[in-house]
């Protein structure tokens, strides 16, 4: 029956379909997935189709052929949907993807990492002196050596007299000056500190090798991928600058307020420290004030958000909290008094003054009068002597102060103006006492 | 016989009707249970007492003549290590029989072949004509694995079966010649599906064996 065969025995990880041997378990899988996964299948019908074309041919059996190829070719599902069609084996691969994503991710952060720790490096005390500088960095990060480096390996263009060798100052490679990138020294700072304020560098200004780190295209992508991170994250929306804005307006707001309350109440109480117009300055101060807050609160109600949504609440409520202050603190001011009732109040304090002052002074003369008699006429002389004092140290004084709460007064400073007018008054009194004493 | 060019059956002469099938035929089966001694006695009349543990796989081709057919097959000895197990069903897809092997003296062998003809029915081709034999039949005074308890195993699930021995060539060409037998052969049946033969091309011609002469 059975004979034995002189073919050689073939062993080892043979593929099924061509006999290769690839020799190992990993390989024979791969090489017979890649290539004939799909022959497989294709491979059977045609050569059920070319078996039968051959038959055919030779016995000119025409409705056979037919029949044949329509089986082929139609690949009827009809066969299929009879059996029971199962869903087969499936299987998540989200987690084979969240590997592959996290060890990608942690290569870019790793190297992004290491570029940042050289380039604080680099940043902080750099050399100015241009020979130092090459030292300094060289020290940082080791350049390679490039005596066996002909071409570019950017460019592919070869290195000559004029097409001289740069390195990357960050990773050390070796490159051409047309494919080195720079990136500013001050924009770096900024980089490796966030905290520090960004230099605006004049975005016009071309970075030489002077005021920039050369650098290849890699480096540069990864510095400059982590800057716009950087940016993105400190970067203000529109809205909340104009937040900021009115938040500031009100800050302003809120001691002018007060400060107009006084003023006001010292205009009622007769006070000669604040002018109507003073008073008057003030409250167009503050209703500017009021308009500014009100026209910034209306921009962020009107910014376009989703109905329903919490920025949606957010602004509208915004919106109405200053519109609120506004009508609460800022319009409900006093109204101020006319002219007319200031000076009457004026007058009257006046008078109320006038009538102390001479009570007082009726009280001095009699005083005066019980110690001239005693002391003789010798007094008078005295007085006339001072009198026309005019360097006297007190008056020089006043009109320095009076000078002063002019000018506060013409630039708003309010509260400056009533402790000036104080400090006046009491030289006044000073004055009037010293001028007193001198008489007696 | 002999002179008669297998390639006859394609000839519109009216020459004999000689039909040549060639099958794919693959071998199942725990690691050291006889798997290539089986397929040595089979194509080679030999047998080694201490068989080499197979890598990977081995390929071997034997022809056998039945009544009017000659088949030839393709055989594919897969290693029974569980370390391969994942290259199996690169070798088993496409084919059209298997024979599962297992050793009657070790019982874990022929729960391991339960496996294997269970994963043959789920992910074989679904006319894979599949032969259970229970290898090393001439241990019998250690038999772990009783013929009755293999047997209904078989009948259940519609596999040839027999007790087979390497060593002493028993049953060993007798299962394979089952199987050429229970293989379809028809031209209708070798278009159907996976099952049927392979018609040989023109080029590719088997070597008449001795017991065409």
């Known amino acids: 029956m059975a004979t034995a065969d002189e073919e050689k025995i073939l062993e080892g990880f043979l593929c099924p379909i061509c006999k290769a041997d690839l020799k190992s ?4 899988t791969s090489h017979f997935e890649s290539l004939h996964q799909e022959e497989q299948d294709v491979l059977r019908s045609l050569k059920d189709i070319f078996g039968k074309a051959k038959k055919i041919i030779l016995n000119n059996d025409d409705a056979d052929l037919k029949e044949t190829f329509d089986r082929a070719l139609k690949f009827s599902y009809a066969d299929y949907r009879d ?24 290569r870019y952060a790793t190297e992004t990492n290491k570029l940042l720790i050289r380039l604080d490096k680099l940043v902080c005390n750099m050399p100015s002196d241009p020979n130092q500088r090459k030292q300094y960095e060289q020290e940082i990060v080791p350049w390679l ?28 490679s070796i490159l051409c000056h047309d494919c080195s990138l720079f990136l500013d020294i001050n924009v770096a700072r900024s980089i490796v500190d966030p905290s520090a304020p960004p230099t605006a560098a004049p975005a ?4 030489t090798e002077k005021t920039g780190l050369r650098l290849c295209e890699h480096c540069y992508n990864l510095i400059e ?3 716009q991170v950087q940016e993105s994250r400190n970067a203000k929306t529109v809205l909340m600058t104009a937040y900021e804005q009115m938040r500031s307006l009100m800050d302003q707001a809120r001691p002018a307020v007060a400060l107009y309350e006084k003023m006001c109440q010292s205009l009622f109480d007769g006070e000669t420290t604040y002018n109507l117009s003073d008073v ?14 009100d026209l910034l609160s209306k921009q962020i109600a009107s910014f376009p958000a989703e109905p329903g949504t919490r920025q949606f609440r957010l602004q509208n409520a915004i919106r109405q909290a200053a519109a609120h202050y506004i009508k609460e603190d800022l319009l409900s001011l006093r109204k101020l008094p006319t002219e007319a009732q200031i000076d009457e109040v004026r007058r009257q304090r006046y008078e109320r003054a006038e009538r102390q002052i001479q009570m007082e002074r009726q009280k001095m003369e009699k005083e005066r009068e019980r110690l001239e008699d005693l002391a003789g006429p010798s007094g008078r002389e005295r007085e006339v002597a001072n009198d026309n004092d005019d360097d006297n140290p007190l008056l020089e004084q006043m009109n320095i102060i009076r000078q002063y709460i002019k000018e506060a007064r013409e630039e708003f400073k309010f509260e400056e103006v009533a402790i000036l007018e104080a400090n006046l008054k009491e030289l006044k009194k000073e004055y009037h006492l010293q001028k007193l004493s001198n008489k007696c | 016989m002999a002179t008669n060019r297998s390639g006859a059956a394609q000839r519109p002469n009216g020459a004999p009707q000689t ?8 071998l199942l089966g725990e690691s050291a249970v006889g798997k290539s001694s089986l397929v040595l006695r089979f194509v080679k009349g030999q047998f080694h007492e201490y068989q080499e543990s197979t890598i990977g796989a081995a390929f071997l081709t034997q022809t056998v003549c039945l009544d009017d057919t000659t088949v030839k097959f393709e055989i594919w000895d897969t290693a029974g290590q569980e370390r391969y197990h994942s290259l199996a069903p ?4 496409g084919a059209q029989a298997a024979i599962v092997v297992y050793d009657i003296t070790n019982q874990d062998t022929f729960g391991r072949a339960k496996n294997w003809v269970k994963e043959l029915q789920r992910q074989a081709s679904p006319s894979i004509v599949i032969a259970l034999a229970g290898n090393k039949s001439d241990l019998a005074a250690k038999r772990m694995v009783e013929f009755e308890e293999a047997q209904a195993y078989a009948d259940e699930n519609g596999l040839l079966f027999m007790e087979t021995s390497a060593k002493t060539a028993m049953n060993v060409n007798d299962i394979f010649l089952a199987i050429a037998n229970k293989l379809p052969k028809s031209e209708g049946a070798g278009a159907a599906g996976a099952g049927g033969a392979r018609r040989l091309a023109d080029g590719e011609q088997p070597r008449p064996s001795s017991c065409c002469k």
């Open chain 1, 83 to 106: 059996e029971e069609q199962s869903e087969g084996v499936s299987r998540s691969s989200s987690d084979y993807f969240k590997a592959v994503r996290s060890a990608r991710l942690e």
């Open chain 1, 280 to 293: 008057n300055a003030m409250r167009g101060r503050i209703g500017k004030l009021a308009e500014g807050i």
């Open chain 1, 25 to 28: 378990a990993s390989q024979l």
């Open chain 1, 225 to 227: 991928l982590r800057k």
């Open chain 1, 204 to 207: 016009d200004a071309e970075v």
């Open chain 2, 19 to 26: 039909k040549v099938c060639q099958f794919k035929l693959v």
């Open chain 1, 145 to 172: 050596d490039g005596s066996s480096v002909k071409l570019c390996p950017n460019c592919a263009k070869a290195f000559n007299l004029t097409r001289r060798k740069h390195h990357c100052r960050l990773c050390g």
């Open chain 2, 90 to 93: 690169m070798y088993y897809r």
